[in-house]
T-cell receptor, first 114, second 111 residues
Framework: AQSVTQLGSHVSVSEGALVLLRCNYS??????LFWYVQYPNQGLQLLLK??????LVKGINGFEAEFKKSETSFHLTKPSAHMSDAAEYFC????????????FGTGTSLTVIP | NAGVTQTPKFQVLKTGQSMTLQCAQD?????MSWYRQDPGMGLRLIHY???????DQGEVPNGYNVSRSTTEDFPLRLLSAAPSQTSVYFC??????????FGNGTRLTVT
């Protein structure tokens, strides 16, 4: 079975500070990993994805994530938070050859303090 | 290019009523799926399809039916609405091994 754990349902950072959102996964086979962002009353938008190429993945809006197999982690970072980064962030895993089923974490709500 | 289109955006139902949530995509994706989003629970898979004529159950399928007669459309039917089905519903599509592309959601309230 696959599962995704996001530590911290709410994270607050000051504008300009480092953003770190944590994601750990469990999977019996090498998974594909994704981060999505959701702004209020909108659908989910892809931030970045890991599909077994480079372990450090760069995404949109200055975000990046590093796949660490030994730690089964895929934490999301951004060096300097901007007010527009305030949103809900979801980590997700999909397992190849399973009908492209995705398993989502419970989400982390990011607040940026001016 | 519209992407994934969901209708309606909002719906209020009484317990026991039935309805269909519509989903259409114009990207020729073979995979389509329905998720529900509830506070503190992330997104949970209801049903999915790997191609026209092929559907399967996800994590929380009870009370919902789907069919996939064309590549473009993947409607979700609520057979007899219950308050526990109050949620935000998202349709998504993708290529094999690709990221999901989401619609903007349908907010359903069952009273």
């Amino acid at each position: 079975a696959q599962s995704v754990t996001q530590l911290g349902s709410h994270v607050s950072v000051s504008e300009g500070a480092l953003v770190l959102l944590r994601c750990n996964y469990s999977s019996s086979v090498p998974p594909y990993l994704f981060w999505y962002v959701q702004y209020p009353n909108q659908g989910l938008q892809l931030l970045l994805k890991y599909t077994s190429a480079a372990t450090l993945v760069k995404g949109i809006n200055g975000f990046e994530a590093e796949f660490k197999k030994s730690e089964t982690s895929f934490h999301l970072t951004k060096p300097s938070a901007h007010m527009s980064d305030a949103a809900e962030y979801f980590c997700a895993v999909s397992v190849p050859n399973t009908g492209n089923q995705f398993y989502f974490g419970t989400g982390t709500s990011l607040t940026v303090i001016p | 290019n519209a992407g994934v289109t969901q209708t309606p955006k909002f719906q209020v139902l009484k317990t026991g009523q039935s309805m269909t949530l519509q989903c259409a995509q114009d990207m020729n994706h073979e995979y389509m799926s329905w998720y529900r989003q509830d506070p503190g629970m992330g997104l949970r898979l209801i049903h999915y399809s790997v191609g026209a004529g092929i559907t399967d159950q996800g994590e929380v399928p009870n009370g919902y039916n789907v069919s996939r007669s064309t590549t473009e459309d993947f409607p979700l039917r609520l057979l007899s609405a219950a308050p526990s089905q109050t949620s935000v519903y998202f349709c998504a599509s993708s290529y094999s091994r690709g990221p999901l592309h989401f619609g903007n959601g349908t907010r359903l309230t069952v009273t």
